[in-house]
């Protein structure tokens, strides 16, 4: 990756940093630069945060977005981080309204789980696609 990409994704990860600080105040750029991917690309929120800037939308496509989350599952593992990847996408020359948030669906369904979820209300366990019947 060339210096100007670089200075791209470190502009794109302070500006996702301060999207978060609406919900989470001290979301700052993580120090990952310092040698290792033992922190996310936004520190001091409840989620392990990947943010990626991209040029096209082939480099955003499905496939891209699955790739780029177990990469952050795998870098919070290896940093025994337990916080939840998320992956926060943008496509160059778009509107900031449309940064999109990616998180698998079981990661999902534990943060529903988590922070929503009241001991009066029925526990429905997540059962994943593939291990019910779709009728697709």
């Known amino acids: 990756m060339g210096k100007k ?6 502009v794109f990860e302070r500006q996702v940093a301060k999207l978060l600080q609406v919900c989470f105040p001290d979301a700052e750029r993580g120090y990952q630069y310092r040698g290792g991917d033992d ?5 001091g ?3 392990w945060v990947e943010a990626k800037r991209r040029t096209n939308k ?3 496509s499905f496939p891209s977005l699955i ?3 177990h990469k952050a599952h795998a870098d919070a593992k290896a940093a025994k981080d337990k916080r939840i990847p998320i992956l926060v996408t943008k496509l160059k020359d778009t509107p900031s309204t449309e940064i999109l948030v990616s ?4 990661d999902f369904i534990r943060t529903v789980e988590k922070h929503f979820y009241r001991e009066t209300e029925e526990y429905i366990p997540y059962v994943g ?4 019947e779709t009728n697709d």
Do not use: K, N, W
């Open 129 to 132: 696609l593939d291990e019910r």
């Open 45 to 47: 929120t409840p989620f």
């Open 58 to 60: 082939s480099e955003l």
């Open 67 to 69: 790739r780029f989350l």
């Open 5 to 10: 990409q670089r200075r791209i994704g470190q």
């Open 103 to 106: 998180m698998f669906a079981h």
């Open 39 to 43: 922190q996310p690309d936004v520190d």
